[in-house]
């Protein structure tokens, strides 16, 4: 039934070639107990391993039932293992972490035999072989005798017509040997026992025929005794293995080897929390950046204001802004528009405030001192931490900044009287109606540009550009200025006097020219008397009128801001404003970053590091679980020896390492869910996973799973990348 006819089998090692064996050809049947025999490196392994279709074979043919063998794939041989061979080996092959009873059900569950049938069957073996009674014992805790026991008992529940036995008793005593041997040859009568053994006289009482081999030839054939060849073959069932039964074994593996257990589920649970850490940062990152909303133009970005401007780009009138305020939504008008984004600061010898400026109006109550009663008296706000060492400000005097001083001859003081607390670092200064107005001016005037010419009063023919400052004086008369006396290049001395003076005043909002008339000219002994000034430090302005100055740049409203009451109907708000023939701007709707692009490109990089991050931990994690499976070596090529596929090996995998990652997974969960509920008190984890949405904990679950698959597969490959042999070998 089995015939081999001048097969060779050679290895091929780094380029180098060398002989297993060389032109056997021999005969077997069924009922025969055939010794192998030979000093070693005869080659009597390699040929028990190409008999059992662990290895492949390159000369010759090798024939099973009279069909040829020499054509077969890895898939056939796994079917003609299933078919014919059972394998004991003298390092006993079992699978240490599992009990007796498991070994042998491994098999029969791996043939597709149903886990009931499976029982009785195994329990039926066990009693044969007198092991019935270490059923539940671990294979590792059994002596060499027993273990051999156990592997046999394997191959009689493959129940396969040939069995193959490779120094079964190489590492058992005498008083094991000879239980094992007996036991191979009570079953032998109605298979085929082939046994290698360099100790002959060990089986010589039970074996059928001898072979002795030498340097990779057979040296003798010798038939020791009869046998039964009658024997009838009955064809050998077996199928794939049942899906119930995978589960089992998958599970079971997943749980038989506890460290392996905790360091797989272990590496799971640092994926998955260093992906959380990384994407709740990632995403409390991008979150930080929008609210910095550092808006150029405008510094007071409250949601409830709206800036509003005329079509037309005139001025507004009282009419407009009544028409204004019969807006359902509207709350009040800002009308110089600027003072909210104006940014003031005070000081005195001990104190430094700075603050947006408010109207005082909107102050109702203080915290300390009391509310203004003056013109001059003012409000500001201040952070608790701050109160303590500088509430003594109230009562004290506080001039405005350098800018305001530059325009106007004398310190514009301010007496603070109250102080607003506050837990925010926004700080608001409250001043009087009179208070905003005088600032509302100084800006106006510095973000207005004047230009003056000066010219003959008759006629437009003398052109000049004049420069200086100019400054408003009470002592001027209204349409008047008042020019240094040595202007001798513009007009010779004492002429000037009558002539016209003209004022280009320029900003966003207006373009407008006035002219004034000289009244006098100034030299070092007026100064004073005609201007009220210094003369050190104003010689060579220009003075006019103080209202006239004034009125330069005060030329009405071109842009206000209304405050809204609810800024859930600030769209119907808009809308009604823009039926006024008015442009309106709401911040929110423009604010941006500070640089659109500047953040795009930020939020780039961070998905890049992110990207990276988890490329990384991945292989970091692929590598570690590749590791730990390192040691299920063993395992799976010891399972394909016993017959598993390919696929087989790949799903048992597979289900080992889903129920690993799924109780990670699991556990990570809980653990997040205890933080959110707070029956765990983590705040940094609390905080991050409110960043952390449905969709990323499924995108979580889903990188855990591709990489089960892709380990499962990437492992299973391995495997079976060489002849079962071969990556056997590789492992013990
Ligand atoms: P035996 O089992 O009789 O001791 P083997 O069948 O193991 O002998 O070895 C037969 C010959 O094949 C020896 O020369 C041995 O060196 C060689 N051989 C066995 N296995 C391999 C292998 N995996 N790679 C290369 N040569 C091998
Ligand atoms: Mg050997």
């Given at each position: 039934m089995l015939e081999l006819k001048n097969v060779s089998k050679y290895y091929y090692n780094k380029g180098m070639v060398s002989s297993g064996f060389t032109k056997v050809s021999l005969k077997f049947n069924i009922g025969e107990f055939v010794a192998i025999t030979g000093?070693?490196?005869?080659g009597k392994s390699t040929l028990l391993n190409v008999i059992s279709g662990l290895d492949s074979y390159e000369e010759g043919e090798m024939y099973i039932f009279g069909s040829e063998t020499s054509h077969y794939t890895e898939k056939d041989y796994e079917i003609y293992r299933k078919k014919y061979i059972g394998n004991i080996f003298q390092n006993f092959n079992l699978i240490n972490s599992y009990t007796v009873y498991q070994n042998v059900e491994l098999i029969l569950l791996l043939n597709g035999t149903k886990k009931k049938d499976a029982k009785a069957k195994t329990l039926e073996i066990l009693k044969k072989v007198d092991l019935y009674k270490y059923k539940n014992k671990k294979v590792s805790r059994l002596s060499g005798g027993q273990k051999q026991r156990v592997a046999i008992a394997r191959a009689l529940a493959s129940d396969t017509p040939i069995i193959l036995a490779d120094e079964p008793t190489g590492n058992l005593d005498k008083k094991s040997s000879e239980s094992v041997l007996r036991l191979l040859h009570e079953i032998s009568h109605d298979k085929l026992v082939i046994i290698v053994t360099h100790n002959y006289d060990q089986v010589e009482e039970y074996v059928t025929r001898k072979i002795t081999m030498h340097d990779g030839r057979v040296l003798e054939d010798k038939k020791i005794k009869d046998y039964d060849d009658n024997i009838e073959i009955k064809e050998r069932n077996y199928a794939n293995i049942r899906p119930l039964s995978k589960m089992l074994l998958g599970f079971r593996n997943a749980f038989n080897i506890p460290v392996k257990f905790f360091l797989i589920s272990f590496v799971y649970l640092f994926i998955v929390f260093a992906l959380f850490f990384a994407y709740a940062a990632f995403a409390e990152g991008s979150d930080d950046s929008s609210d910095s909303n550092l808006n150029n133009y405008f510094?007071?970005?409250?949601?409830k204001r709206i800036i509003i401007k005329k079509n037309d780009r005139s001025a507004f009138s009282k009419e407009d802004y009544e028409n204004i305020l019969k807006i359902d939504n509207i709350d009040s008008i800002v009308k110089n528009d600027l003072l909210l984004d104006e940014f003031i600061s005070l000081n005195n010898d001990n104190y430094y405030l700075y603050g947006n400026v408010r109207n005082?109006?909107?102050?109702?109550?203080?915290?300390?001192g009391s509310l203004p009663t003056q013109n001059n008296e003012i409000v500001v706000t201040m952070n608790e931490n701050e109160?303590?060492?500088?509430?003594?400000?109230?009562g004290k005097k506080v001039s405005l900044d350098d800018l305001f001083n530059y325009t106007t001859n004398k310190k514009y003081e301010l007496l603070i009287t109250g102080i607003i607390i506050t837990d925010g670092w926004a700080y608001n200064i409250y001043v009087s109606d009179k208070v905003q107005e005088d600032i509302g001016n100084n800006i106006n005037k510095i973000n207005t540009s004047l230009k003056y010419k000066f010219y003959d009063i008759e006629g437009t023919s003398n052109l000049y550009n004049v420069t200086g400052e100019i400054i408003g004086s009470s002592r001027v008369s209204s349409g008047k200025v008042i020019i240094p006396d040595d202007w001798s290049y513009v007009c010779?001395?004492?002429?000037?006097?009558?002539k016209a003076f003209k004022v280009n005043t320029k900003n966003i909002f207006f373009n407008e020219s006035k002219s004034f008339e000289v009244s006098n000219t100034y030299t070092k002994k007026n100064f004073s008397s005609l201007t009220g000034y210094n003369f050190d430090n104003y010689n060579g302005a220009i003075f006019i009128n103080d209202k006239d100055y004034n009125n330069l740049f005060n030329k009405g409203y071109y842009q206000s801001s209304v405050i809204i009451k609810n800024e859930k109907n600030v769209r119907d708000t808009i809308s009604s404003l823009e039926k006024l023939n008015l442009k309106v701007l709401y911040i929110p709707d423009v604010?941006?970053?500070?640089?659109e692009t500047f953040t795009r490109v930020i939020n780039i990089i961070r998905v890049i590091v992110i990207s990276i991050l988890i490329i990384v931990l991945f292989f970091i994690s692929y590598f570690i679980i590749r590791l730990i499976l390192k040691s299920r070596n063993i395992y799976y090529s010891t399972i394909r020896i016993l017959g598993a596929s390919s696929k087989t090996t790949k799903d048992l995998l597979n289900i080992e390492l889903l129920v690993v990652s799924h109780i990670s997974y699991l556990i990570f969960i809980a653990f997040i869910l205890l933080v959110k509920f707070k029956y765990i008190k983590n705040e940094i984890i609390y905080d991050l996973s409110s960043y952390v949405n449905y969709s990323t904990y499924l995108l979580m679950y889903i990188i855990l799973l591709v990489m089960t698959f892709l380990i499962a597969y990437r492992y299973a490959r391995k495997i079976f990348k060489d002849s079962a042999m071969n990556s056997y070998r590789e492992e013990v």
């Open positions: 000093e070693s490196g005869s510094s007071s970005l409250d949601n005082v109006d909107e102050v109702t109550k203080v915290d300390l109160v303590d060492y500088q509430k003594d400000i109230i010779p001395k004492s002429k000037c006097k009558g604010s941006f970053p500070f640089s």
